[in-house]
């Protein structure tokens, strides 16, 4: 039997520069901190080996604090290996990188930067196909399917890129085949590039990013804890739990009278747990102006709570009526520009961008004038 820990894509040094800056400096860290949570979950497993299937740090020259640091804490945990494979991020393009790990890396970690069997245990072979550049044009796993091991052989293939056009970069020409596994008599291949954790077949998986890092996937970062029996044998595949924050995106239908705000509780986690939640609520349907006044008034009002709240509203249809403008006032120059902001969103004789900006300027008024009272 083999047990081992399959992870990928923890893209170290990741600067999330679309991030508030209050908040970039916990998720970088987060990220640094997820090796400590793969050997964790890795001991509690029993299991002495943690595959990365690349995509290790984020760029082709990381900082040497990034690449230090996260060579430290590998080194940190005696008893285990971990075994990196470059991927599209951080492929043999980026020769000092890889010359320099192959120099200043600790004796527990190995690097998988050969298209050659790679022995792990005596009856145990890795298969590697790093990535040769960003883009390598095509299938690096092909090599597989003719590498010799000796009868009895526990199998594995280690890869990064696409098997489908599904990639994070959007490559086309370099899809690994999906039924590569039984091409080349792999007891499990173990694939990076998928941020989400996602099964290709019985024998391939993709084990998702171990600490998510946009609202894409919509999960929480996991490994897969993988037992072969023996060559040949199906494999049990386990997701562990190892992200420490939440991204999610919540979806919030809007009927129109309504009130958006009060569904807003059963959605939202609660207590601790929203200083590590990062959630997009993305509305739809309709809804009249002082009902979303209020709910965009009562996610300000709750933000600070989260580590990320944000409201996507442009498929909301807000309906204005005119007794919904006694909100704003019953008369003066602020019922004046609200009539004539209302009349303009209605009127068929401008462009849709025209009367859409009509509508966001009334909400706006709303908005201020329900703040203001």
Request: proline content about 7%; some cysteine; overall charge negative.
């Amino acid at each position: 039997m083999f047990r081992f820990l399959h992870s990928a894509d923890l893209h170290l040094g990741k600067p999330f520069g679309s991030i508030p800056d209050e908040l970039r400096g916990r998720l970088r860290e987060a990220r640094h901190a997820v090796l400590d949570r793969l050997a964790a979950q890795a001991r509690a497993a029993g299991a002495e080996t943690i595959l990365l299937a690349g995509d290790v740090f984020d760029t082709e020259t990381p900082s040497p604090a990034v690449l230090r640091q996260a060579l430290a804490a590998m080194a940190g945990h005696a008893g285990l290996r971990w075994i990196l494979l470059p991927g599209n991020h951080d492929s043999l393009a980026a020769e000092a990188l890889w010359a320099g790990l192959a120099t200043s890396r600790p004796g527990n970690v190995v690097l998988a930067t050969e298209a050659a069997p790679l022995q792990l245990a005596e009856d145990v072979v890795l298969l590697p196909a790093p990535c040769t550049t960003r883009r390598p044009g095509r299938d690096l796993t092909e090599w597989m399917d003719a590498a010799a091991t000796p009868p009895g052989t526990i199998r594995i293939g280690l890869a990064h890129g696409a098997v489908q056009s599904f990639s994070e970069d959007g490559g086309a020409g370099d899809v690994i085949a999906p039924d590569r596994a039984g091409r080349a008599g792999l007891d499990y291949l173990a694939l990076g590039d998928w941020h989400g954790q996602m099964r290709i077949g019985p024998r391939s998986w993709y084990s998702g990013a171990p600490e998510p890092d946009r609202f894409k996937h919509d999960a929480s970062g996991r490994a897969l804890l993988v037992t072969l029996p023996a060559a040949g044998a199906e494999p049990t595949i386990e997701p562990v739990e190892t992200g420490a924050f939440d991204w999610r995106t919540l979806a919030l239908d809007c009927l129109a009278g309504d009130e958006p705000s009060t569904h807003l509780a059963a959605l939202l986690p609660a207590g601790p747990a929203r200083r590590q939640s990062l959630i997009r609520i993305v509305a739809t349907g309709r809804t009249r102006p002082p009902a979303r006044a209020r709910l965009e008034a009562e996610l300000k009002a709750i933000a600070p709570e989260f580590a990320l709240l944000q409201l996507e509203a442009q498929e909301l249809v807000t309906e204005c009526e005119s007794e919904d403008l006694d909100q704003i006032d019953r008369a003066g120059a602020l019922r004046q520009a609200a009539e004539l902001l209302l009349a303009e969103s209605r009127d068929d004789g401008r462009s849709s961008g025209e009367r859409e900006v009509a509508r966001e300027a009334l909400m706006r008024l709303f908005s201020y004038c329900a703040a203001a009272s």
